[in-house]
């Protein structure tokens, strides 16, 4: 009998639920836009899977059932580590321009970081450059990057040099990579600000805040209409927020603008939230009521906060109060018996007792007394017999020159405590040599670990039902920990992509520490990527 011959399976013979399967797991911005150039059936597959990844995502923010995964800055060329630089999600790329750097430093550099290849790339901008300058503002206008005001550290020459803050507008074009500074057609421009926020409506671009001299805070609201390419300074009826720097700002519909958190200065820290009515009968403000104020980011104006669907996300540390974390056991060197309390350090033997020997000289006991500790055989640099001092080089030797000793068995005594000595070294190698084993050619290097005091859990603001009822609440969240948790992180940047959030650089550090007077030149200054996901699809 003939055997019949298999008859062979293209990929547009698989059921459409296989297929569907196959294009979740591809990149979503890429690869995904390629698939659906297919064929028709791909083309409405490819449809399905976009608002899958994007519902899935938002129910595992709900849920707060997110995976971290950190991309750490590969060596060579790449991205300069800093904080308070200004991001945007555009065109399946995230755009990093500005910042500060430890260094004093701050920068005018623009940045993609390709979210399907997950690597940096430098475009070759032209055109006219912005000023560097951190603490600037970056949105996204159409096919435009639209980068406005900023501050940079006062130059150390000349001298007694002040900070600068810049309202230049300038504009990015990521298609041919340049540089262009906007030509206004008014002579009205806001005054140069820095540590504001800023969100698209429409055509014009709505600047709330910020910071016009150190310090100090604003409550004033601008707009630049981008059809017209003027400022205007927006009146507001009623009650407004108090001013201040460093909030997030998102726009929820072409009516209404969302505020959150802040600093006015010293000792004004706001976890507010208000919303900014755009009515044509006047612009007003209002103040949202916060519920469930027990889960709420412990800072909100060094965490951007980022739109997610109707949540407003922030990355912070936990809202309980920390607990310190377990001490490890500590290795002690072995100490020694006590010695007498005449003991001589120089001669390391018992020295005359000044009650026994009125004749002594005063000085000698003071000098051996101050340098006690320096001499002492329990720490490990006494340890090495080329650290005594010879009897003959010492005022307080008991063994003058040209003289017979005083003591005739002194050298005999003196040997007997060399001999206890190297008993005590050869003791206390032993220990160390217990403690920490040396590795064996074989043994591989461990990865190093890093123990978290204050990992970053995820914090959500419900905001389905502010515009209708005036009110948010935050949501229980998790404190699930994993190896790419990041620790306590502070003036990054957090955006949205598709179906994940990206974080990147900051301050690797508690603001409260900050707060304290601990110089940033040593604290940890990141140039990191951490990706927040959604750890089960579908």
């Known amino acids: ?16 639920e296989l ?9 979503p911005y890429n690869d995904i836009k390629n698939a659906s150039q297919v064929c028709k059936q791909w083309n409405r597959l490819v449809k399905g899977v976009v608002e899958k990844i994007k519902r899935t995502f ?3 923010i709900q849920e707060c059932d997110i995976n971290w995964t950190s991309i750490p800055a590969e060596s060579g060329q790449t991205i300069t580590k800093r904080y308070s630089h200004c991001a945007c999600y555009y065109d399946k790329s995230l755009y990093v321009c500005c910042g500060c750097t430890v260094t004093n430093t701050t920068f005018n550099d623009i940045w993609r970081f390709d979210l399907t290849t997950r690597q ?13 300058k951190g603490c600037a503002s970056m949105v996204v206008y159409k096919d435009y990057l639209i980068l406005y005001g900023g501050w940079s550290h006062p130059t150390p020459y000349p001298l007694h040099q002040t900070s600068k803050f810049f309202s230049e507008l300038d504009m990015f074009n990521p298609e041919t990579n340049r540089w262009s500074h906007i030509t206004l057609l008014s002579t009205y421009t806001p005054p140069p600000t820095a540590g504001h926020s800023a969100s698209i409506v429409g055509d014009s671009m709505v600047i709330f805040g910020g910071s016009q001299a150190p310090g100090q805070g604003s409550n004033d609201v601008y707009v630049f209409d981008f059809l017209e390419c003027y400022w205007r300074k927006e009146p507001t009826v009623g009650v407004k927020p108090n001013p201040r720097y460093g909030q997030s700002q998102v726009t929820l519909d072409d009516g209404h603008i969302l505020i959150m958190g802040g600093c006015g200065g010293a000792n004004q820290i706001f976890s507010d939230v208000w919303l900014l009515n755009l009515s044509d009968d006047g612009w007003t403000w209002k103040e949202i009521k916060v519920e469930s104020l027990e889960f709420a980011a412990p800072q909100l104006w060094c965490h951007p906060a980022c739109k997610v669907g109707d949540s407003m996300i922030v990355l912070s540390k936990s809202a309980k109060p920390s607990t310190p974390p377990p001490s490890k056991p500590v290795v002690r060197p072995f100490i020694p018996p006590p010695r007498p309390t005449n003991y001589n350090p120089l001669l390391h033997e018992p020295g005359p007792s000044r009650r026994n020997h009125p004749d002594s000289d005063d000085s000698s006991g003071d000098d051996s007394s101050s340098d006690e500790r320096k001499d002492n055989p329990a720490y490990p640099s006494s340890l090495n017999n080329d650290s005594f001092v010879h009897p003959s080089s010492s005022k307080t030797a008991s063994i003058r020159p040209g003289h017979p000793s005083v003591r ?14 190297r008993k005590y070294e050869e003791r206390f190698r032993q220990q160390q040599a217990t403690a920490s084993p040396a590795p064996s050619p074989t043994d591989k290097p461990e990865s190093p670990s890093k123990d978290r005091t204050s990992p970053m859990y995820m914090h959500v603001l419900d905001i389905s039902h502010v515009i209708e009822t005036g009110s948010a609440s935050w949501k229980p969240y998790k404190e699930i920990v994993t190896p790419d948790t990041p620790e306590e992180t502070v003036f990054f940047s957090l955006v949205h992509g598709r179906g994940e959030l990206i974080m990147f650089g900051g301050i690797e550090k508690d603001i409260n520490s900050m707060q304290r007077g601990m110089e940033i030149k040593s604290l940890s200054v990141s140039n ?5 996901s959604s750890k089960h699809f579908g």
Not at 120 to 132: D, E, F, I, K, T
Not at 408 to 421: C, E, G, I, V
Request: proline content about 12%; aromatic content about 6%; hydrophobic content about 40%.
């Open 1 to 16: 009998m003939e055997t019949s011959q298999p008859q062979p399976v293209f990929i547009y013979d698989l059921p459409e």
């Open 528 to 532: 990191s990527v951490s990706i927040i």
């Open 19 to 27: 297929l569907e399967l196959i294009l979740c797991k591809i990149s």
């Open 408 to 421: 005739p068995n002194a050298m005999t005594n003196r040997q007997k405590q060399l001999d206890t000595l």
């Open 120 to 132: 940096w790339v430098r475009p070759l901008a032209v055109g006219a450059y912005p000023s560097p």
């Open 58 to 60: 938002k129910q595992a």
